[in-house]
């Protein structure tokens, strides 16, 4: 396959600017950027699912810009619903140096900073050197403008495409940047930037963008219960990642291979055959795990993050490091206690309903305490019964885990 009908073939273009770039793009050669804001200190899963393009088109011929946008952040770009909060200028100086360097680490292409070109500009420059070449009803027909418009925005929001514009033409003309690439909610601003490059230079330049990556209801991919799961490994542990990435849905793990990693056409089209074969041994799960987990965090982490969901499974909590453990069960419902009595410490902690509950479990085996199951119904909870002198994992049924820390 060409270029083309691989990004195709794997869900990755939405929309493209002028069929002409079909061509450009399998010819190699070009010069593109992809950029974000330094909102958090961390990339999420959801950046990491757009920034894969770089090494995509890398491979192909083509030389990757990452852009991390300071004054773009210091703004806030509209989201189609409320006007977002203002960033402390601090906060995002010190997103901006974390990002730098964690891209870097993920993407080893080259970094700029949008704030390099734009800290200098008088307003009065901004407005005749950029906003008069866009008419205010172009920025009024963008989605995301047009939708915001029924909750209000603010100027400094209604500006946004026009520095993201900027960009563009600061980077055309400065480093020979002849494609941007985004995910498909960015359409809007980069059309922008290629019409103030056309107006203002005659020049053509290109756009793609990316579908953006969902589960099957449409959230964005990477969210877990309104929290990002992120690629920092002290943010989201890589057991925390690869548990999200196990319990991807059927319906979208060939979408996710095909979109998230680096098998071939074939490799995918095998893997498919045996997951619809046998979807309960969730098999392209694993491999897509595996995949995003050795990208990542590395083949050590992956293997371990592995070994522990096994033995947490199979219920083996004395054999996991105390500190893998404790990042295993980062997720799980925590709680403290004073300990005493096992049927107490069970009803306390609401693990039990009961003590006749607790009573029911404990007599069919379905309470484990570190591994171990609870056969003494008058045990009583102490520093003796602990992992570490301090910590106490309970089992209820074959996966739910308690995680609980004596006082």
């Given amino acids: 396959m060409t270029l083309y009908e691989d990004l195709k073939w794997r869900g990755l273009i939405q929309d493209i600017s002028d069929p002409k770039l079909v061509d450009k793009l399998n010819a190699g050669g070009m010069t593109f950027y992809i950029g974000t804001d330094p909102t958090a200190d961390s990339l999420h899963l959801g950046h990491y699912s757009s920034f894969l393009i770089t090494r995509r088109l890398a491979a192909a011929g083509h030389t990757p810009l990452l852009l991390v946008g300071m004054a773009t952040g210091l703004i806030g770009d509209p989201r189609g619903t409320t006007e977002r909060k203002l960033s402390d200028k601090d906060e995002i100086f010190h997103n901006y140096e974390s990002l730098k360097a964690q891209l870097q680490k993920i993407f080893p292409y080259e970094v700029v900073n949008n704030y390099d070109w734009v800290k200098d500009l008088t307003v009065i420059e901004f407005l005749r050197d950029y906003g008069k070449y866009i008419n205010v009803g172009y920025m009024l027909s963008k989605d995301l403008i047009r939708r915001q418009m029924e909750t209000g925005i603010s100027y ?12 563009f033409k600061y980077l055309h003309e400065h480093r020979g940047v002849d494609l941007q690439v985004a995910g ?18 005659g020049d053509e330049v290109y756009a793609m963008t990316m579908p953006l990556v969902t589960d099957s209801h449409g959230n964005k991919f990477g969210k877990s219960e309104g929290n990002a799961v992120w690629l920092d490994p002290e943010k989201t542990s890589s057991y925390e990642l690869y548990q999200f990435l196990i319990n991807t849905e059927d319906s979208m793990v060939i979408t996710y ?34 995949e995003i987990l050795r990208d990542l965090h590395g083949d050590g982490a992956y293997e371990s993050a592995e070994r522990i969901s096994q033995q947490l499974f199979a ?32 009803v306390e902690t609401g693990i039990c309903s009961s003590k006749r509950e607790a009573r029911e479990f404990l007599a069919s085996g379905s309470l484990m305490l570190n591994g171990d199951a609870i056969k003494d119904m008058n045990l009583v909870i102490d520093a003796s019964t602990t992992l570490g002198g301090r910590y106490i994992v309970i089992r209820r049924g074959k996966k739910k885990y308690y995680l609980g820390e004596l006082k």
């Fill in 184 to 201: 498909s909610d960015q359409w809007g601003n980069i059309t922008t930037g290629i019409e103030l490059i056309r107006k203002t230079t």
């Fill in 257 to 290: 291979l095909k979109r998230l990693t680096f098998l071939s056409k074939e490799e995918i089209e095998a893997i498919e055959a045996e997951h619809l074969a046998a979807p309960e041994k969730r098999i392209a799960q694993k491999k897509l795990a595996e």
């Fill in 156 to 167: 400094a929001e209604f500006s946004y495409m026009l520095i993201q514009g900027l960009d």
């Fill in 315 to 346: 219920g083996n909590v004395k054999e996991i490091p105390l500190h893998d453990l404790l990042s295993g069960l980062r997720d799980v419902p925590h709680f403290e206690t004073a300990g005493g009595p096992v049927l107490d410490v069970l």
